[in-house]
């Protein structure tokens, strides 16, 4: 419990974007019309990517030797950089096709 | 940590607010969607860059390799890919996401054995990331019709809450207990991972897109709990905002289909019984049309209204369908696309794959808009639909997609319905509109078909 209490007191400012943050994308996704519901996904998708940060931390903290650690955080670079990459090329591909229009 | 590098996450976190707020309108979309992609590759660059600490060039040589090959495989894959592989897609890279959100978690453990809380945030990512790969390559495989049906264990819905409780009970435990036995962990990952599999298989293909986009959320949860364990804002902003735009977004799909999330998640969609005892309602006979019929049908109607669904796209007929609804305006009928909300694999399906054969976008009506003009047109043409012209969703209560808004069809004077075969739809029912008197068949592939009613029209 008291530790509880300290991680809060301690992680404040980041308890404070979280909450905001929610908020954030409450509001940014509010009304929008079904048919951008499937880019609006894909680009979503492409966000989360962000995770890929994580996966280089953990190689730039992996000691040289530690093989588990560098082969697992390569696995997961490579995954990572998937999400990114592939997620933003095909929520550009399908709002291609939305351009022409008026 | 770097000045500079914060600054460049705070841009970074800037720029994924601002670009999903531009995806949410039509003009703005894809600006919106490369200024997310803008600010990432400059997040990435900066946490490679701006990194303070030895660091050996071994190191950087795979973090670089890594990144290649990723893009490379990335790049190539979402470039080639068919249109109408496009949703399964998403659901592949979402899977990539949580997999990598959860193998941090697996790398990071043996780290911070002792410290409880950063325990507790590592197994948290570990698990909601390990379920959303492995539903994720459910629903991939789903989609791609590796698996068709749902597979329902017996108790399934119990079953899946004993097992997740139980994961949770366990992380709990081991957070408390201090352990710092890495096997366990693994067992835990596992476990997630099984969990993963056996929350999606029961759930039919036509709720896929509901699925996925809400294990988007869980992978933008599994990220933000990365950002906790490294006090990573970037990390942390761009996955909570994911998490909870991508909440919103499912419950906008769940409203389009007229269910609550919880009937899709543990409503057995299609249900065991309730399919087997149909037949009740496949009593009539149907009635063949050929494209010729078809032609002069549509050539002397004043109004024909098309109903696009997921046949149109698989055939990849939205070229042949445009030139004939071109046609048909030439010659003086008025000619509409109804588009339901859920038509295709995902929402907006239709109106993407329309787009790129240069339909004009002001004859696309949505449902509630185009519902009340079925009474006044001479002719639907279904086009590879079935659930989502299913009256069945108004008048029979035991059905699974009871409930359901769908385009009315039947009030329409004359209906054609395009499809290659009897065979259900995707939510694996009957459809008792194939056997209405006004109803006529035209069975083949939709590019075909449409070719020839095409190339009929033409010579009248």
Redesign the interface.
């Known amino acids: 419990m008291q530790e509880l209490l300290s991680f809060i007191t301690e992680n404040l400012q980041m308890i404070y974007i979280v909450i905001l943050m929610i908020f954030v994308g409450v509001e940014v996704i509010g009304h929008v019309p079904a048919v951008l519901h499937t880019p609006l996904m894909s680009g979503a998708n492409a966000i989360h990517g962000v995770v890929i940060i994580g996966a280089i931390l953990v190689m730039l903290h992996a000691e040289p030797d530690n093989i588990l650690a560098l082969s697992l955080g390569f696995v997961a670079v490579v995954f990572g950089t998937l999400n990114v990459v592939g997620g933003f090329v095909v929520t550009d591909r399908m709002l291609e096709m939305f351009k022409k229009k008026k | 940590m770097d000045f500079t590098l914060s600054i460049i996450y705070l841009i970074?976190s800037i720029t994924?607010?601002i670009?999903?707020?531009m995806?949410?309108?039509?003009?703005t979309?894809?600006r919106?969607?490369?200024v997310?992609?803008a600010g990432?590759t400059l997040?990435?660059l900066g946490?490679?860059f701006l990194?303070d600490?030895e660091?050996?060039t071994?190191?950087y040589a795979?973090?670089g390799?890594?990144?290649v090959?990723?893009?490379i495989?990335?790049?190539m894959?979402?470039?080639k890919?068919a249109?109408t592989k496009?949703?399964e897609?998403?659901s592949?890279?979402?899977g990539?996401?949580g997999?990598?959100?959860a193998?941090?978690g697996?790398?990071?453990f043996p780290?911070y054995t002792g410290h409880?809380?950063q325990i507790s945030v590592i197994l948290a990512g570990m698990i909601i990331?390990s379920i959303s790969f492995a539903g994720s390559i459910i629903a991939w495989s789903k989609l791609n019709g590796t698996m068709r049906k749902p597979i329902r264990l017996p108790k399934y819905n119990i079953l899946n809450n004993v097992i997740i409780l139980a994961i949770i009970a366990y992380a709990v435990y081991f957070v408390y207990s201090g352990s710092d036995n890495y096997l366990l962990v693994f067992a835990i990952f596992g476990a997630a991972l099984l969990y993963g599999i056996l929350f999606v298989i029961p759930i039919g293909g036509a709720d896929m897109?509901v699925v996925?986009?809400l294990l988007?959320s869980f992978?933008?949860l599994?990220?933000?709990f990365?950002?906790?364990?490294?006090?990573?804002?970037?990390?942390?902003?761009?996955?909570?905002?994911?998490?909870?735009?991508?909440?919103?977004?499912t419950f906008?799909?769940c409203k389009?289909m007229n269910r609550p999330l919880s009937n899709v998640i543990f409503g057995a969609f299609g249900g065991e019984s309730a399919t087997g005892e149909s037949g009740s309602t496949t009593g009539g006979s149907i009635k063949k049309t050929n494209p010729s019929d078809t032609a002069i049908l549509m050539n002397y109607a004043n109004k024909v209204i098309i109903v696009p669904g997921y046949g149109l796209a698989v055939a990849q007929a939205q070229h042949v369908i445009h030139e004939l609804e071109e046609l048909l305006v030439s010659r003086g009928v008025e000619v509409k696309y109804a588009?339901h909300?859920v038509a295709g694999r995902?929402?907006?399906?239709m109106?993407?794959?329309l787009?790129?054969s240069?339909v004009?976008?002001d004859r696309l009506s949505?449902m509630e808009d185009i519902n009340p003009e079925f009474a006044n047109t001479d002719v639907v043409l279904v086009v590879g639909a079935n659930d989502v012209v299913n009256p069945a969703a108004h008048n029979d209560p035991s059905s699974p997609i009871y409930g359901m808004p769908i385009l009315d069809v039947e009030n329409a004077k004359t209906i054609i319905i395009n499809k290659r075969s009897m065979k259900p739809g995707y939510a694996g029912i009957e459809n008792e509109l194939f056997f209405n008197q006004k109803t006529s068949m035209l069975f083949g592939d939709a590019k075909d078909a449409l070719t020839k009613v095409l190339s009929e029209l033409k010579n009248m």
């Open positions: 970074a994924f607010v670009g999903l707020k995806l949410g309108h039509p003009e979309a894809r919106g969607n490369l997310a992609a990432m997040a990435i946490t490679i990194f600490g660091v050996s071994k190191v795979l973090i390799i890594a990144i090959i990723g893009t495989i990335g790049w894959v979402a470039k890919v249109m496009m949703p897609l998403v592949m890279f979402n990539m996401g997999a990598s959100a193998l941090i697996l790398i990071e780290h409880p809380l990331g897109p996925i986009s988007n992978t933008g599994a990220a933000a990365g950002g906790f364990l490294y006090d990573n804002m970037v990390m942390l902003t761009g996955g909570i905002l994911v998490g909870s735009a991508g909440t919103i977004l906008a799909m389009a588009i909300p995902m929402p907006g399906h109106n993407v794959l787009a790129e240069n004009d976008y949505e």
